[in-house]
């Protein structure tokens, strides 16, 4: 039986209602967008056996969990596809999960080629892609990106139509450095990590961050180059991506 609520109680409740809808769009916190980040995966990414066991068998691993997140994944492998992207290269591999969604942008013939510093995390990368199906279309190179970089060159691997910068973010300007020698003119360069909870706006902070900094420098920099930057929140707080496309008149 419902019981007869008294005015001041139900004026009371009322308030405590309004306090509620208010606090929830005031919402805008690590919460949110963690639970914004779940609905739009559910809503849009179809559920996919393949991405998950990559990122089981990552943390089983002890990888550490900071791959992009599955709309991020998605919107490289977007871009890439916009792009029409036959040529991808990534500096960073980890588990191999933005890999993933990067090679299935590819056309048939195309290939990616990914970098990665430890061994350790190779292998995991390895066993991901190959679960995949996708070992034909991606060369896994084990080593300091800065070693290998040259060695791409040497070997007349480039140009690259899409790279994927996303490694230690001290060295950020050096694969900038080398993604421009690896490019032709129209290549697209995405660099992951530029915002960093908003420590990019900090001259004081941490070498990683003066990394990218540099980094945006450097685009600003460099003739030929257009870009931008977005900034984003999600299940990996807030962060962003610089994109730049180069041009015509850019050094290569
Ligand atoms: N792109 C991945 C995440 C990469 S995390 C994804 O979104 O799924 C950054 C990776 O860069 C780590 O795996 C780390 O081992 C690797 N890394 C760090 N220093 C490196 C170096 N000098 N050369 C190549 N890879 C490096
Ligand atoms: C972290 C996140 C990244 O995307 C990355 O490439 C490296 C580190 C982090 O959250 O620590
Ligand atoms: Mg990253």
């Known amino acids: 039986m419902k019981r007869k609520v008294a005015p001041y109680e139900a004026e009371k409740r009322c308030q405590a209602q309004v306090i509620l809808l208010h606090s929830w769009h005031m919402n805008t916190g690590q919460e949110t967008w963690t639970a914004v980040d779940g609905f739009l995966d559910q809503s ?50 980890l588990g191999g999960y933005s890999t993933i969604w990067l090679a299935r942008a590819l056309p048939p013939g195309g290939q990616l080629i990914t970098l990665e510093v430890s061994q350790k995390y190779a292998e995991v990368a390895s066993r991901n892609i190959a679960r995949a199906d996708l070992s034909s279309l ?10 290998t970089l040259p060695k791409l060159a040497a070997e007349g691997r480039g140009p690259f139509d899409f790279i994927f910068i996303d490694a230690d973010k001290e060295t950020t300007p050096d694969y900038f450095s080398w993604a421009l020698k690896l490019s032709r003119p129209g290549t697209v360069i995405v660099v992951d990590n530029v915002v960093r909870e908003g ?23 460099t003739p030929g180059l257009s870009a931008t930057a977005v900034q984003t929140v999600g299940s990996k707080g807030h962060d962003g991506f610089a994109i730049a496309i180069v041009g015509a008149h850019a050094p290569h």
């Open 138 to 147: 991606i060369d896994l190179r084990v080593g300091p990106a800065l070693a």
């Open 44 to 93: 849009l990414l179809t559920s996919d056996p393949v991405l998950d066991a990559a990122l089981e068998a990552s943390a089983a691993a002890g990888l550490p969990a900071i791959q992009v997140t599955p709309c991020q994944g998605k919107l490289l492998q977007i871009l890439a596809q916009l792009h029409r992207a036959r040529r991808i290269l990534e500096i960073g591999t």
């Open 199 to 221: 420590a990019i706006i900090d001259a004081g902070a941490h070498a990683g961050v003066q990394g990218t900094r540099r980094m945006l420098e450097s685009i600003a920099n």
